[in-house]
């Protein structure tokens, strides 16, 4: 599921596109979901390489599996130090990483280097029985192994990448700095390769995390042009989004039944691409449309502004009452009278979770002000990816995870595609860096929630299970992409959870304040 490169993306990627006026059609009500994609051969053209990046991805979840589970170093008094001392130590990497890799770590004969240029070929033992074999021997097997199917160069390189992670992990910098090196020289960003794609990218945010330890910085650079042009781009190529958007939008319609006044708190609102289809379908409502009160929350308030006129327009055309108020700061850093709530306003809070940048602040005031605004309904989507914990805990669960976010985008668009290119870079990049580089205790000063539904449940709220109805706009997003893309959907325990293969991704929620059920 993943694809793996590293290679600091030549700049010339900056291929934001200006922002389009909404209209009704755009927005894909009341007019069925089309697909982007509608050449079947195309699309066939595209899958081509499906089954290989899979393999690589179980191959990647049988090693980062066991790596959690693993007897690691006692890392707990030096994972997020800043520490500069690049003395080489014993911290036995190699062992390590040998008896998670077993069978499949990379055996060099008496030949020339895989990496040396021409001619270079590297050889796999498989041990069975105590007897080694090559990958020709397997192939006529009835049950052919994993690793004759997946590509060696980007196994080798996940080796590495491997033995890196836990070198870092117990701040041996100078010997991570080494690997590190040979792996910017041995993987790029621009090839076919899943394995090497994420590679190359998880190492460029390693030596970022190397070069911030020696240094001692921990603030990230974002470029939220990039990101939210980004961002519309991974919308139109694959579901994750969209399954956000319509399973929220659908649950805060349910909420807002019958309901006159309302008011949308929206925590890190970007573009607004979310709101115009639910608006549609409150202006058609029996009975008219309710009064809405949307509130922003963001960086810019340049862009807020342009995304409160665009909301506005829209709004007008549709001849509903609507205002506007935007808040260009992160919402654990206001106080509840910074959020103006009406009388008589039924609330609805939005948060779609992502590692790009730190959108709300710190978690513990986060969740105190959402008990204060009592809300009548949070709609939550949350990535399945742990942002809390060491070091090493947030790189086994980020490669397990981007190498599927790589590989789902590889089976959709080709290896060369603009596109594709633009999510890696901007999107996918830069979460990777956050995670790794920049994330941690001691690094951000506060401590991160694993689970955001775990502490909610714990807290004054209630689950407010996703109805069927989410379940039908998520399938119908679904729809878009062939069977044969691998995206699967799974409704349990109150949530909606999307995924690829065999990995959920993206796991939506809502739920209710006690307050406000109480005032029903």
């Not at 997946?150 to 196994?155: A, S």
């Not at 807020?304 to 260009?328: C, D, V, W, Y």
């Amino acid at each position: 599921m993943m694809k793996g490169a590293y290679e600091v993306v030549h700049g010339a990627l900056d291929m934001v596109q200006p922002r389009e006026t909404w209209d009704c059609a755009s927005v894909g009500f009341p007019a069925p979901i089309s697909n982007p994609f509608p050449k079947t051969a195309v699309i066939e053209n595209r899958c081509v390489n499906l089954e290989r990046n899979t393999e690589l991805s179980e191959w990647v979840e049988h090693v980062t599996k066991q790596l959690i589970d693993h007897d690691l170093p006692d890392i707990a008094t030096h994972d997020e130090s800043l520490q500069t001392d690049t003395t080489t130590v014993d911290y036995g990497g190699d062992d390590i990483v040998s008896s998670l890799l077993g069978e499949f770590r990379p055996r060099k004969y008496m030949r020339r280097s895989y990496f040396d240029g021409d001619g270079e070929e590297l050889q796999w033992s498989h041990e069975l029985g105590g007897h080694q074999t090559d990958i020709s021997e397997k192939e006529g097997s009835t049950r052919p192994s994993m690793i004759s199917r997946i590509d060696e160069n980007g196994l080798s390189l996940i080796t590495l990448l491997l033995e890196c992670a836990v070198a870092i992990s117990v701040d041996n910098l100078g010997e991570a700095h080494r690997m590190l090196l040979e792996l910017t020289q041995m993987a790029s960003p621009y090839r076919p390769s899943c394995a090497e794609r994420v590679v190359a990218y998880f190492s460029k945010a390693m030596g970022s995390r190397v070069l911030n330890s020696w240094l001692g910085i921990c603030s990230p650079l974002i470029n939220h042009g990039s990101i939210h042009g980004a961002f519309q781009v991974f919308n139109n190529a694959s579901p994750f989004i969209k399954f956000a958007h319509f399973t929220s939008n659908q649950s805060i319609l349910e909420a807002f039944h019958r309901c006159d006044r309302v008011h949308i708190i929206d925590l890190d609102i970007m573009q607004g691409l979310q709101w115009p289809a639910l608006f549609h379908i409150l202006a058609t409502r029996t009975g008219g449309p309710p009064q809405v009160r949307m509130t922003g929350m963001g960086t810019s308030m340049e862009l807020l502004a342009e995304t409160g006129r665009q909301l506005s327009n829209f709004t007008k055309r549709l001849g509903m009452s609507f205002q506007f108020h935007p808040i260009a700061k992160k919402f654990g850093e206001i106080d509840a009278a910074m959020v103006p709530l009406g009388i008589g306003e039924t609330v609805a809070v939005h948060w779609l979770q992502h590692t790009l940048y730190d959108a709300t602040g710190p978690d513990w005031k986060t969740l105190r002000l959402l008990e204060a605004l009592a809300p009548r309904v949070i709609t939550l989507v949350e990535q399945d990816i742990s942002h809390g914990g060491s070091f090493l805990d947030r790189f086994v669960g980020s490669l397990h995870y981007y190498s599927t976010l790589f590989d789902s985008l590889g089976a959709y668009l080709p290896c060369d595609d603009p596109g594709r290119h633009r999510i890696e870079h901007c999107l996918l990049y830069r979460e990777i860096n956050n995670i790794l580089a920049i994330g941690g205790p001691a690094r951000s000063g506060e401590d991160k929630f694993r689970q955001w539904r775990s502490e909610l449940a714990r807290s004054s709220f209630l689950q407010v299970p996703m109805s069927g109805n989410s379940m039908a706009q998520a399938q119908l997003i679904l729809n878009m992409f062939p069977p044969a893309h691998g995206y699967n959907l799974v409704q349990g325990d109150g949530t909606l959870r999307l995924g690829w293969k065999d990995t959920g991704l993206f796991t939506a929620s809502a739920w209710t304040s006690r307050a406000s059920r109480d005032s029903l």
